[in-house]
Structures are given as structure tokens and as C-alpha cells.
């Protein structure tokens, strides 16, 4: 079945560093990709998404490129900053008469001052 | 525009019981989605209504089920707690079902700690 794996975090950068959270998944077809946050005591907001590949999503300086051939969705952001400290989820959508999203185990991201 | 509410925030239960957990969607959304949110097993898909109508289920025990009203406010409920029910369940909204991808918005989720 369709499947989402994301490097195990905890990752902890200092601020003004560079940031990447690598995903890859596994489907049949040709999914939508996603990044999501989620903030403490909150839920999943949508950062960005591409729905066929080479399409790059971006949202708040967050980058991702949709990678067909290494089946990959890598998040990447050039300076982090203390806000950005969240939760991040990949996942993918197939569609096929369902809203389901499939997700990643989610990453926890600490930036320090 | 109102976003997704989730009611109660905070339920705390004993082995045994049920349990019921609601969501009213944005405004105009049909599809409303469950989720399963644990440290272990991360955000797993519990089922999706639309239209009144499960489309789709997860792979959960047949204590998890759900409804839709024609308002399509949501209730999903759990009977015979057991431990591992203790989660966070998300409740996510979408403005219409189709091939393509519709965002999905989620709302703060309803944290259930079973003891």
C-alpha cells in the first residue's frame, strides 16, 4: 500500500541555519505531495504541496521539489528561525474517490535563538 | 470564516467506557476526515464521510466508528476503551470530494487519555 517515510527527528538547528527534512514515499500512480505542521497544542496546517513532478511547492521560505525518480519530497529552507521550532509532516494524496492522506511519522524541528 | 472545531478538547475515560468526540467543519465542507495521532504510530486515516456516507475506512477495529449529519457536523465514537486508545483525533474538513485533491483543513484535535 501507499507509504510516507520521513527522516526521524528530533532535529535541532540554531537560528539563520539551513534545514532539510528528507521524504520519500511509495505509490502506485501519481500522488499529490505535502508538507504540513503542526505548532504545539494545534493542528496540521498545510505549508505547501505539488501535485505532479518537478512541480515545487513553497510557502514562508519552505521549499519542496516533487522528484518522481527518486521518489522523494525533500522540505528544505535556507535560514531557519525560532518560529519555524513545529512538527513536520509529509503525506500524499491519491485520490481515487477518497480525501484519505497518508503521512509520514513527522518530524520535530527546535531552532535556537 | 470559522475554521474547524472540535468538541471536547480534553476527555479523560477509564478502560471500558465509550466515548463520543464531534466536529463541525468549515462552512460549506462536505467530506470531513478522522485521524489517529500517536507518538508511536504518527497520524494514521481513521475514516472519511461525505455526504452522510463512510467512503473510506482505515484499517481500525470495528470499536471506532462514525457518523455524519446532513449538516455535516461529524461524530466519531470509540466503545470499550482500552489504553491504546489514548490519542490525539483530528478531525480534518474538505469543500468537496473528487479525483483532485481538495485541501483539507484541520481542526486542534480532541486529546483522549484512557486510564
Known amino acids: 500500500g501507499d507509504s510516507v517515510t520521513q527522516m526521524e527527528g528530533p532535529v535541532t538547528l540554531s537560528e539563520e541555519a539551513f534545514l532539510t527534512i528528507n521524504c520519500t514515499y511509495t505509490?502506485?500512480?501519481?500522488?499529490?505531495l505535502f508538507w504540513y505542521v503542526q505548532y504545539p497544542g494545534e493542528g496540521l496546517q498545510l505549508l505547501l504541496k505539488?501535485?505532479?513532478?518537478?512541480d515545487k511547492g513553497s510557502n514562508k521560505g519552505f521549499e519542496a521539489t516533487y522528484r518522481k525518480e527518486t521518489t522523494s519530497f525533500h522540505l528544505e529552507k535556507g535560514s531557519v528561525q525560532v518560529s519555524d521550532s513545529a512538527v513536520y509532516f509529509c503525506a500524499l494524496y491519491r485520490g481515487g474517490g477518497s480525501e484519505k492522506l497518508v503521512f509520514g511519522k513527522g518530524t520535530k524541528l527546535t531552532v535556537n535563538p | 470564516k470559522a475554521g474547524v472545531t472540535q468538541t471536547p478538547r480534553y476527555l479523560i475515560k477509564t478502560r471500558g467506557q465509550q466515548v463520543t468526540l464531534s466536529c463541525s467543519p468549515i462552512s460549506g465542507h462536505r467530506s470531513v476526515s478522522w485521524y489517529q495521532q500517536t507518538p508511536g504510530q504518527g497520524l494514521q486515516f481513521l475514516f472519511e464521510y461525505f455526504s452522510e456516507t463512510q467512503r473510506n475506512k482505515g484499517n481500525f477495529p470495528g470499536r471506532f466508528s462514525g457518523r455524519q449529519f446532513s449538516n455535516s457536523r461529524s461524530e466519531m465514537n470509540v466503545s470499550t476503551l482500552e489504553l491504546g486508545d489514548s490519542a490525539l483525533y483530528l478531525c480534518?474538513?474538505?469543500?468537496?470530494?473528487?479525483?483532485?485533491?481538495?485541501?483539507?483543513?484541520f481542526g486542534p484535535g480532541t486529546r483522549l487519555t484512557v486510564l
Open positions: 480534518a474538513s474538505s469543500l468537496v470530494s473528487g479525483g483532485h485533491y481538495n485541501e483539507q483543513f
Open positions: 505509490a502506485t500512480g501519481y500522488p499529490s
Open positions: 505539488a501535485t505532479k513532478a518537478d
